[in-house]
């Protein structure tokens, strides 16, 4: 629910950044990034020797990871992202393990450099 002070905000400053200035959309955490990445540091660490390690490579397959599992979006004002009980569900950390490894499979054969 909207306060009515909030909205008369939005009518004196007007438009879309005044929406985004109004409400702390900039507090919304994917906890799924940081579950993804812990993902790609395991893989890169135990296995794909033969994978390049420079930083596009590297985030692409973060990207490409994040693209193909659920996201998990919450409203953090601590910034802390390990309450989540994604954590401990056995079928989210599968999901999260089997997107990283197509994620690596797909950026060893085409990386997006020479
Ligand atoms: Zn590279």
Do not use: W
């Not at 994917?30 to 033969?50: D, F, P, T």
């Not at 989540?84 to 060893?108: H, P």
Request: proline fraction near 2%; charge should be negative.
């Amino acid at each position: 629910m909207i306060k009515n002070s909030n909205l008369n905000i939005i009518k004196v400053i007007g438009g879309f950044m005044a929406f985004m200035d109004v409400y702390s959309f900039e507090f919304l955490k994917n906890e799924a990034e940081v579950l993804v990445i812990r993902e790609v540091e395991q893989q890169l660490k135990s296995e794909n020797e033969n994978m390049c390690r420079c930083n596009e490579c590297v985030v692409d397959v973060a990207a490409i990871a994040l693209n193909n599992v659920k996201p998990l979006y919450r409203f953090s004002l601590l910034g802390a992202l390990y309450a989540s009980q994604a954590l401990t569900e056995q079928g989210y950390a599968d999901s999260v393990k089997q997107a990283v490894a197509q994620a690596i499979v797909k950026v060893k054969a085409n990386p997006s450099h020479d």
